[in-house]
């Protein structure tokens, strides 16, 4: 059975990560024109800070200059996190995304913005904002019908602390 690289690099990368306390998101190799790009993404519950990054990343090129994972000739390792507006492909990812705003392209076409309040194994509630002065509304999205999601960054949206002390 023969493996591609990405998985070789998974399979020795993965328990150095999970090690420092993180997750492994995406491993990934590219060719930019001679010099290849060795591209980590890690991720945790509470998120990554930079001395964490920092750490991960020392350790990722201790263990792959150790082996010849990949091969002969230069390459560049950047350790870093899925970002603002990440795709969320896993359970744990629609976890972490509780109460972001989120833009869903649905299986049978059409598309969704609207916050995440709760997952569960099977599916999730959302809450599409109201428009011109109209209320919220609740609606429940299985995950088989979610093509794609991904979170949407906002600027100007009030902290849970602001919304309580405005109904106070």
Sequence with gaps: MSTTQRERLRELLEPLVSSQGLELEEVEVDSVGRKRVLRVVVDSDEGADLDAIADVSRALSAKLDET?????????????????????????????????????????????????????????????????????????????????ARVQVEFSRKNKNEENAEEA
């Design 68 to 148: 010849d994972a990949m091969g002969e000739g230069e390459y560049t390792l950047e350790v870093g996190t899925p970002g603002a507006e990440r795709e969320l492909k896993e359970h744990r990812h629609y976890v972490r995304a509780t109460d972001r705003l989120v833009r869903f392209q649905l299986t049978e076409g059409g598309e969704l913005v609207a916050r995440i309040l709760t997952v569960e194994d099977d599916g999730i509630d959302v809450e599409v904002p109201g428009v011109k002065g109209r209320k919220p509304t609740a609606k429940r999205l299985a995950f088989e019908d979610i093509a794609k």
